[in-house]
């Protein structure tokens, strides 16, 4: 048999419609628990309600929480770990997740979109399809995985996209990595593999501050009176800023205060192309790190974990662009 743990962690795949009035939030009983779904025949599931929150109240320690049960479950000889969690920052927890513990064992998070007594509601099939992920023999060193809506994501690049859509979980650039048949588990891209770094504090303040045509350097620099242990900012195009920001962030970088650097735009990645005033190779030669293949919230988690681990210089470029 195969022994799957099941984390619930609240979200709206736990919540119901009040029949009155149309508002949707937790039930006093996580209704999953009691949920009867079809499983297969050599599963055995493992089943603890580990908290019960909305998606905007969880916080990185709840992630660290989270982090540590499942290296519990693998000293405890667990086949799989399948997470139920609400769809706002899924994709923020399932990135923690991979970045600190990796391909160890078969990780998967799943939520709903519509809540258990709503018409269409989608949570138990989605955790059914996330059971059968994370039993099967393929879902072996893909890292944590993110199931929703018959497809099969990477919780290194998947992303929530659109308010109320079941089909909101999209990877921008590549796509999905598998798909949920009625009959099997296809996964159909392999992913390059990155660096892993466990911590056991998730400590520090790192913001995130979004470019815009016409930006000033006074937001950061009224960050930089602040304590930051890091700044996440998403750049424009390929990465670029308006040259009003230089002078504030040049005073972050002399506080050696680490300042990472991602794109706003849904598709591509941040390079250093432009050569003009606050364009990416200024940025790049003032010390600003690329990461180019995340988005800001991803980012700021990376940056999070680099500082509790105290990374050299060096050290935390390295795994800031890996």
Known sequence: ???????????????KEDSITGGVSPDVVNPLMAAEIAIPQEVELFVEDIFN????????EHMLRLKNRILKAIAQKFSGIVITHGTDTLEE???????TIGHLIPIVLTGAMRSSNELGSDGLYNFE???RVASCPEARDKGVLVVMNDEIH????VTKTHTTNVATFRTPTLGPIGIVTK???????ELLETEHLDTNLVEGL???????????GDLIETLAKSPLDGLVIEALGAGNLPPDTLPAIRLLIEKNVPVVLVSRCFNGIAEPVYEYEGGGKELQDLGIIFCNSINSQKARLKLLIATNNQLSTDRLIHFMQS
């Open 206 to 216: 790192i913001p995130i501050v979004k470019a815009y045509a016409g930006m000033h």
């Open 129 to 131: 399809s996330a059971i």
């Open 183 to 189: 009959q099997r588990i296809l996964f159909m891209q």
């Open 53 to 60: 929150v909305p998606s905007p109240h969880i916080m990185p």
């Open 93 to 99: 927890t399932a990135f923690f997740l991979d970045t």
């Open 154 to 157: 990477s919780a290194r690049y």
């Open 1 to 15: 048999m195969k022994k799957i743990l099941v984390l619930h962690t609240g979200g709206t795949i736990a919540m």
